[in-house]
Antibody
Framework: QVTLKESGPGILQPSQTLSLTCTFS??????????VGWIRQPSGKGLEWLAN???????YYNPSLKNRLTISKDTSNNQAFLKITNVDTADTATYYC???????????WGQGVMVTVSS | ETVMTQSPTSMSTSIGERVTLNCKAS??????VDWYQQTPGQSPKLLIY???NRHTGVPDRFTGSGFGRDFTLTISNMEAEDLAVYYC?????????FGAGTKLELK
């Protein structure tokens, strides 16, 4: 059974760095072709893909967030991470991690973690 | 960036009706399109991957089709549990991009 769960700070202030953790089970990021992605959704709005990391440590980022994103993984502990630097109110959203095999894209999603950026 | 345009934005439907949702890509994405269903307060659930393949456990009333730029999700026999927002996603080029969604409501 594939499960993923996101964790994060809940609330942070503008200009801070957002650090998110995805803890998963039921698959391994050392398996050929396997990946984990991050997607966010502001309340009442649509979905925005942020980044993906694959079994071979290849990483793809959404250019719209310029150089603010860093994705990484800890294969031994079945975790993936996302950092977003210099946050502002526009980064307020629910953040999802999802298993993301190369040939399928996000298939199993976590429940999401709500992040609020406010002064 | 590949823009995914979904139509209609919303649709009023009836139980038992056949429903067709559309997604058009601004450039060819081959068959690299997924469809997701999202109900209020829930995370998106994958219905269709690779344009036409049903994900594990998805009822066969959901059918995906298309190639290149034009894609369709059909619900053959609408059920109450299908009232949701549906999103298409292209993963043929980076960045992956979602459509804005189609909301299915009851008439």
């Amino acid at each position: 059974q594939v499960t993923l769960k996101e964790s994060g700070p809940g609330i942070l202030q503008p200009s801070q760095t957002l650090s998110l953790t995805c803890t998963f089970s039921g698959f391994s990021l050392s398996t050929y072709g396997m990946g984990v992605g991050w997607i966010r959704q502001p309340s009442g709005k649509g979905l925005e893909w942020l980044a993906n990391i694959w079994w071979d440590d290849d990483k793809y980022y959404n250019p719209s967030l310029k150089n603010r994103l860093t994705i990484s993984k800890d294969t031994s502990n079945n975790q993936a991470f996302l950092k977003i630097t210099n946050v502002d109110t526009a980064d307020t959203a629910t953040y999802y991690c999802a298993r993301s095999p190369r040939t399928v894209a996000p298939d199993y999603w976590g429940q999401g973690v709500m992040v609020t950026v406010s002064s | 960036e590949t823009v995914m345009t979904q139509s209609p934005t919303s649709m009023s439907t009836s139980i038992g009706e056949r429903v067709t949702l559309n997604c058009k890509a601004s450039q060819s994405v081959g068959i690299n399109v997924d469809w997701y269903q999202q109900t209020p307060g829930q995370s998106p659930k994958l219905l269709i991957y690779g344009a036409s393949n049903r994900h594990t456990g998805v009822p066969d009333r959901f059918t995906g089709s298309g190639f290149g730029r034009d894609f369709t999700l059909t619900i053959s026999n609408m059920e109450a549990e299908d009232l949701a927002v549906y999103y298409c996603l292209q993963y043929g080029s980076i960045p992956y991009t979602f459509g804005a969604g189609t909301k299915l409501e009851l008439k």
